[in-house]
T-cell receptor, first 117, second 115 residues
Framework: AQKVTQAQTEISVVEKEDVTLDCVYETRDTTYYLFWYKQPPSGELVFLIR??????QNEISGRYSWNFQKSTSSFNFTITASQVVDSAVYFCALSFDRGSTLGRLYFGRGTQLTVWP | NAGVMQNPRHLVRRRGQEARLRCSPMKGHSHVYWYRQLPEEGLKFMVYLQKENIIDESGMPKERFSAEFPKEGPSILRIQQVVRGDSAAYFC?????????????FGAGTRLSVL
C-alpha cells in the first residue's frame, strides 16, 4: 500500500529560526512523484515542489529547500529564517504512473507550522 | 490567468438535502480531480474526470455521491441526501494532461456544513 507519513502534527518556532518538516513515504514502485503543498489559513492549497523518483538532487528555492533521500524514503522540507507568513499547514503527497491509480495524489495528514513574531 | 475556481466557498445544508459543488478548472486544463478533507486529516482522493468521462471514481462513496465534467461548463460534485458525516472541505484540482507527474493545481475549496 502507498502511504505518506508526516509524523510532526504541529511545530512552533520563533521568527528567523530554521525549521524542517519531515515526510516519509512507502511504496514498492520504482517510478513515483513527490510533492509539497502549502495550505495557509485562507484555505487554498498552493503547490510548492514536485520531485520524481529518479532525481535525488536537492533543491533550493529562496528560503525553501528540499532533501530527497531514497535510501530512507524521505522527502524533507526546510524553511530557513522562517517568517510569520510561513505559518500554514504543509502537506506532503505521492503519486504513481500505475494505471489503476493514475493521477491520484496520496497525502500525508499535514504539519501545522506556526511561526511566532 | 485565473486559477481553479470553486463555488460556493461555504455551503450549509440540512440533513437530507442535496449539495452541489462546482469547479471550473484552469484555462486549458481538461483533467479534474476531487478530494475531501475531513477535520484534522489530509486530503483523500475521490474521483478523477476528463471532459465527459469518469476515469477513476474508486475513492468516491458508491451511494449518494456523483460527479460529472461536461463538455461545456464546470465539473460538478453532487451529494444527495446529505448526512452530518459529509461535513468536510471539498477540494478540486486540475491539470493540463494525464499522468501522475503532472502538477495538480487546487482551488480554494468548498466547506460543506451539514446541520
Amino acid at each position: 500500500a502507498q502511504k505518506v507519513t508526516q509524523a510532526q502534527t504541529e511545530i512552533s518556532v520563533v521568527e528567523k529560526e530554521d525549521v524542517t518538516l519531515d515526510c516519509v513515504y512507502e511504496t514498492r514502485d520504482t517510478t513515483y512523484y513527490l510533492f509539497w503543498y502549502k495550505q495557509p489559513p485562507s484555505g487554498e492549497l498552493v503547490f510548492l515542489i514536485r520531485r520524481n523518483s529518479f532525481d535525488e538532487q536537492n533543491e533550493i528555492s529562496g528560503r525553501y529547500s528540499w532533501n530527497f533521500q531514497k535510501s530512507t524514503s524521505s522527502f524533507n522540507f526546510t524553511i530557513t529564517a522562517s517568517q510569520v507568513v510561513d505559518s500554514a499547514v504543509y502537506f506532503c503527497a505521492l503519486s504513481f504512473d500505475r494505471g489503476s491509480t493514475l493521477g491520484r495524489l496520496y497525502f500525508g495528514r499535514g504539519t501545522q507550522l506556526t511561526v511566532w513574531p | 490567468n485565473a486559477g481553479v475556481m470553486q463555488n460556493p466557498r461555504h455551503l450549509v445544508r440540512r440533513r437530507g438535502q442535496e449539495a452541489r459543488l462546482r469547479c471550473s478548472p484552469m484555462k486549458g486544463h481538461s483533467h479534474v480531480y476531487w478530494y475531501r478533507q475531513l477535520p484534522e486529516e489530509g486530503l483523500k482522493f475521490m474521483v478523477y474526470l476528463q471532459k465527459e468521462n469518469i476515469i477513476d471514481e474508486s475513492g468516491m462513496p458508491k451511494e449518494r455521491f456523483s460527479a460529472e465534467f461536461p463538455k461545456e461548463g464546470p465539473s460538478i460534485l453532487r451529494i444527495q441526501q446529505v448526512v452530518r458525516g459529509d461535513s468536510a472541505a471539498y477540494f478540486c484540482a486540475s491539470s493540463p494532461i494525464w499522468g501522475s507527474k503532472n502538477i495538480q493545481y487546487f482551488g480554494a475549496g468548498t466547506r460543506l456544513s451539514v446541520l
